[in-house]
């Protein structure tokens, strides 16, 4: 278990967090994201981390969400201004990084990793007083799940929210797929949204070279995208239909229909 592999310091540690055992080839990793405060010690290999503040999310970053680490610090991180740049960091073997509650950050692999990690799965307190980036737009958009409103105002305020996403974007934002299901529950708009998701994620998979990274983030997509359909309509063929193209290019995502 983790627990025994790195005991935490006292100091270190978060109440109500999940131990996680993180592996990754080189070039892999995870694309921006937040969450609560979370701290990941390396036992083998090394991680490149890019890190940006609450509320300081670039927008430029987040056009590119839908490609792999990679690929963004080739094409984007190049081209941010000063003020949008963040903060970038190597992590060794035998290193502890914390990220602080609500921070954005990416990561990749170096070389082939083994770490461990401990995490906060939300944060404790609104990143959208910090400002009003794409990740305040997620908070939100969580937050509508647990809300109790009446269909016309969810269904206004998920397009509201869905509106300013995509306009960060400069058009659909993969990011925003896992809140399909609760949006078409309260609008039609949201059926029509799903669709226009679905295309996008399809012409992503059929552009993606097989055995590229674009190709494995085109296959996750795509399960998001089945996950949203079959936990809305139960529909297993509909599913299976949207899994088939994926699990055939990209057979080691471990896609089954």
Not at 59 to 66: I, P
Not at 246 to 253: C, D, G, I, L, N
């Amino acid at each position: 278990p983790a627990q025994v592999v790195a005991r935490v310091p006292r100091a270190l540690m978060l109440e109500q967090s999940v131990q996680l055992l993180t592996l990754g080839g080189p070039k892999a990793g995870t694309q921006f994201h937040a969450h609560g405060a979370a701290f990941l010690t390396l036992l083998a290999g090394r991680k490149r981390w890019h890190l940006h503040p609450p509320g300081q999310f670039p927008n430029a970053s987040v056009g590119a969400l839908n490609i792999s680490t990679g690929a963004w610090e080739k094409r984007v991180w190049p081209s941010l201004a000063s003020g949008s740049l963040p903060t970038t960091c190597w992590q060794g073997p035998g290193e502890t990084l914390f990220v602080p509650d609500a921070w954005a950050h990416a990561t990749i692999n170096l070389d082939e990793t083994v770490g461990v990690a401990w995490q906060r799965q939300t944060t404790t307190r609104d990143t959208c007083d910090f400002g009003t980036d794409y990740m305040c737009v997620q908070t939100r958009l969580v937050s509508l799940r647990f809300l109790r409103m009446e269909p016309p105002e969810a269904a206004r305020r998920y397009r509201e929210l869905f509106e300013l996403a995509e306009e960060m974007t400069g058009g659909p934002a993969p990011g925003l797929i896992p809140f399909l299901q609760d949006y078409q529950k309260v609008s039609l708009e949201g059926k029509t949204r799903f669709r226009t998701y679905k295309a996008l994620v399809r012409s992503l998979l059929r552009r993606a070279r097989p055995k590229s990274d674009a190709a494995l983030l085109a296959a996750a997509l795509t399960k998001a995208l089945a996950d949203v359909a079959f936990g809305l309509r139960r529909d297993a063929a509909e599913s299976a239909q949207l899994l088939a193209p994926a699990a055939e290019k990209v057979p080691e995502s471990g896609l089954c229909t």
